[in-house]
């Protein structure tokens, strides 16, 4: 199991960014593929955005795709989320998940159920 730790969630008004960092431990980060989700009050969580081990390919939801972008950096076992253009509707906590053992795994594979370790979340919210 890898241990996820994110971090750099707030308050921000509409139309404005943020960044969330995502810490992983141990030392095979490069061969994990790393996904972001967020989960509304009383909604499902959804799928927001995926990165394969080396950070080359990334795949996004419709409802973020443009705004937002996922990269990574393994040498420091990190993953972000840059946000931008932010809206109400993006207010939710949002979680760092890892799927190990994912060589040969579709990065557009948008169940939760196929990562094996999360994080414990961390609120944005986005005021109108």
């Known amino acids: 199991q890898v241990q996820l730790v994110e971090s750099g969630g707030g308050l921000v008004q509409s139309g404005g960014s943020l960044t969330l960092n995502c810490a992983a431990s141990g030392r095979t980060f490069s061969n994990y593929v790393m996904g972001w989700f967020r989960q509304a009050p009383g909604k499902a969580r959804d799928f927001v955005a995926s990165?394969?081990?080396?950070?080359?390919?990334?795949y996004y939801a419709d409802s973020v795709k443009g705004r937002f972008t996922i990269s990574r950096d393994n040498a420091k076992n990190t993953v972000y989320l840059q946000m931008n253009s932010l809206t109400p509707e993006d207010t939710a906590v949002y979680y760092c998940?890892?799927?190990?053992?994912?060589?040969?795994?579709?990065?557009?594979?948008?169940?939760?159920?196929?990562?094996?370790?999360w994080g414990q979340g961390t609120q944005v919210t986005v005021s109108s």
């Open positions: 990165s394969s081990m080396s950070g080359s390919s990334t």
């Open positions: 998940a890892a799927r190990i053992n994912a060589y040969g795994a579709r990065l557009n594979d948008p169940r939760t159920t196929v990562y094996d370790s």
